[in-house]
Structure formats: structure tokens, C-alpha cells
């Protein structure tokens, strides 16, 4: 099949190298020069466990191409894939624009029958809208189908590749067939494609990403009782996702989700059923719990130098908001650092893949390291924010010659506590004892 992808972020590339992989001949579409660019030159601008060797593979086969050029891009395409943008706005709702910009431009474009697909998160009804959109200035027949993306970062691939599930939205029987021809490379293990009424499959991506916050939520809230209580949350981890109505994912107590999608995604949710009257009340319980959890541990910092750290240097490790990727967009790290310097702190800080989107930003008292160990010279404290795997063995020796008062705040709980007393650090975790001289 021909494809085209609008939109060649993340979820664009992952979806179109993918895709190419299975045989199909694709064409990335972006109106960042820059990105496609490099792309063309054959270096990937963001960093994906695994899409490498198939980008290269693929694009080498010619079945991979770039473009910035929308009617070129699209031009004997049967199916387009919008992976455009919808940040949050100002008011918690997903931004349509991009969407809807590109999709206005679709109409006068298409010369035979073609499926738009979105792939992008939108609340529920934009497939009428891009319908509608489209249809204003169409001369031939189409359909728009919702396909929400499920897929991690840091394993998109994999993720792509192997899904749990497809979900397709839509009432065209013709749209049906062809999606799932095109998926059908993806399920051979025999994971559901469900099609679905367009409503429902949009609802179910934002249905998805809440009820996983929820859980994160519930669990960070489980933790911050154990820690008045004298429980340990990772023993209560252990014990309530043994039972299988449970699970064991999802139950990592820390210092909150972040990213580009969890946030905005059950701000979008909580806005949609604000406008449908609806109180979504445990949405709202969600982010407003979520918000503090994230600097929990610059109370607890606070707290132990006396309320004072003005001209502290604080170790921070772990940049991008979660392992394997060098996003950071919405990362607990930008709110822990901005409330450390708040206070007057210097941050030293280190992280394996997203240094350099940190240093792009230019943020004053900030230095990015170049590895964990330089992080920690003369540190007066570590702030662990990301569980990098690179960070659960650490030469502990080592850190503690480096750094001027041995304490760690873990916002991962990375180390078991016997091993922080053996070495003779003080450890504040989440949920779990204290560790204190
Ligand atoms: P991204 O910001 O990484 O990529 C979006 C790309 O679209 C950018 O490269 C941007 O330059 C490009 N773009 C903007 N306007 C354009 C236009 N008019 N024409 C062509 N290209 C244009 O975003 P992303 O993380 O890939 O997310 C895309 C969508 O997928 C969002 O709705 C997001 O919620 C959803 N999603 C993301 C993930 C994830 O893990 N990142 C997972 C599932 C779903």
C-alpha cells in the first residue's frame, strides 16, 4: 500500500518506519525543515529504542521517504495518517488547529478515494469535525477514521510493532477492510483489531491514558499514607499486584507522572466532561494530587537543610520523564529543578539522552553534566527523579567521596533501604522509612 504520514514526530516516524517495515511504501510529511532535513540525511532527531535499524533499512529500500511538501507528500497515497500535535490550551482542551488546518487542506488535494486516519489524541466528535472539514472542499470520496495510538515511548517500536490492540473507529465497511489489511502484519499473534463506532474508539485513548494516571495517582497516595503510618508502599506494591484483578504494572509509587501525553490527556478528558456537564470529579483529583506529588521531595529537601538552600548545589538525575527517551516535555524534572533554583539551589545535573534538550533550554543555575559521577561533585544532596537503569547500581563508594553531605532523596525508590544504611547514607524515599544517622 501507499501511505502517507502528517506529521513526523514521535508517533509519525515510529508509525511510519513501521509501516515501511511491513512492506508498504510511505512518505513522511512535516513542516519542520529542519527535522526533515536530517531525516533525508538519514539521521533521526529523537532518540527510540530500535527504530534505527528499521529507518535505516527501510529508507535504503526506498519504501521510506521525507518530505515537506504536502501535495508531493500525499500524491497517490490510499491512506493518511494525521500524528499532528494537540496540545493542551490555556483552558485544559485539546488544540485542534493542527488538525484541523491540515485537514482543510486534505479536500482540494485528494484525486481518488482515500482514508484519512487519525492517529493524533482528540476528544471525542473530532472525526465528525475533520469529516466536515474536509468534505467543504472534496471532490472525491473519502472516509476519516479514528485510530488512537497506544504506543510508549522509549518502546514505541516494539510497542507499534506488537500492539495489545488496534482500535479502529468507524462506520465504513470499505475503511474497515483496508485498515485491517494494513494491520494485519501487526496481529498475527492474534491481538483484537476492534472496529468500533468513531466516538468510542476516541473515547477509549483518553479512557486508556486516565484510568493508568488514575492508577499511578491512587498508588502515590497509598505511599504518602505508609510514609505517616509506618508502612512500606513497595511491600503493599508487591502485595496488591500479586492478585491478578489488580496486576502488577502501574504501581510504582514516585514523584508523579508527567510527560507529553498523560498530563494533557486527562486535562483534555476532565475539560470534555466539563463541557458535557459532567463532573468528572476523580479526574480533577487526579491532576490536582498529581501537581503536588511532583515536588513532594522538595518539601522534605527543604526541610533538611533548615529551610535554607540558597547556594546549596543539588544533584539532580534523570532529566526526560520516564527511561529510554529524551522527552521532556511535562517532566517532573522541569518542576523539581525550577523550585530548587526558586530557592536559591545551583543544579548539577545529568541524564543519559535528553542532556541536550535540558541545555536547549538555557535555564539559569542549571549545568548539565556529563555523566552521574560529575553531577555529584561537591553536591550537597542527589534528587533522583528518572529510573534510568544506569542509576540502579551506582559505585556507591564512589558517590560518596564525590558528594559534601551523604543524602540522597529518591523519587523512584531505586535502593533498598539495608542497602543505603550499609553505606551510610541518609535516604528519603517515597512511602518507605527514612533513613537518617
Ligand atoms: P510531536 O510533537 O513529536 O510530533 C508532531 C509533529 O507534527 C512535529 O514534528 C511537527 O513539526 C509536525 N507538524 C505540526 N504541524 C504540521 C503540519 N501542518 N504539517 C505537517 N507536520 C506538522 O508529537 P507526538 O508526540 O508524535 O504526538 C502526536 C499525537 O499523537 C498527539 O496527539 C499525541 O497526543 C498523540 N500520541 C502521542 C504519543 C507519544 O508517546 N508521544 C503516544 C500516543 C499518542
Known sequence: ?????????????????????????????????????????????????????????????????????????????????????????????????????VAGKLGSLISEYTIIVNKSTVPVGTTELVRNTVSQKANFEFDVVSNPEFLREGVAVEDFMKPDRVIIGTSSEKAADLMKELYAPLVRQGNPVLIMDERSSEMTKYAANSFLATKITFMNEVANLCEILGADVDMVRKGIGTDSRIGKRFLFAGIGYGGSCFPKDVQALAKTADEANYDFKILNAVMSINESQKIKLIQKIKTYFNQDLKEKTIAVWGLAFKPYTDDIREAPSLANIQELVKEGAVVKAYDPEAAENVINLSLPKVVVCKDE?????????????????????????RMKSLMKNRVIFDGRNLYELDTMRKYGFNYISIGRKEIHD
Open 373 to 397: 559521577y560529575e553531577a555529584l561533585k561537591d553536591a550537597d544532596a542527589l534528587l533522583i527523579v528518572t529510573e534510568w537503569p544506569v542509576f540502579r547500581t551506582p559505585q556507591f563508594e
Open 1 to 101: 500500500m501507499k501511505i502517507s504520514i502528517i506529521g513526523t514526530g514521535y508517533v509519525g516516524l515510529v508509525t511510519g518506519t513501521c509501516f515501511a517495515e511491513t512492506g508498504n511504501y510511505v512518505t513522511c510529511i512535516d513542516i519542520d525543515k529542519g527535522k526533515v532535513d536530517s531525516l533525508m540525511s538519514g539521521k533521526i532527531p529523537i532518540y527510540e529504542p530500535g527504530l534505527e535499524v528499521l529507518f535505516q533499512r527501510n529508507q535504503r529500500e526506498g519504501r521510506l521517504k521525507f518530505t515537506t511538501n504536502l501535495t508531493e507528500g500525499i500524491k497517490g497515497s490510499t491512506v493518511i495518517f494525521l500524528a499532528l500535535p494537540t496540545p493542551p490550551n490555556e483552558d485544559g482542551s485539546a488544540d485542534l488547529n493542527y488538525v484541523i488546518d
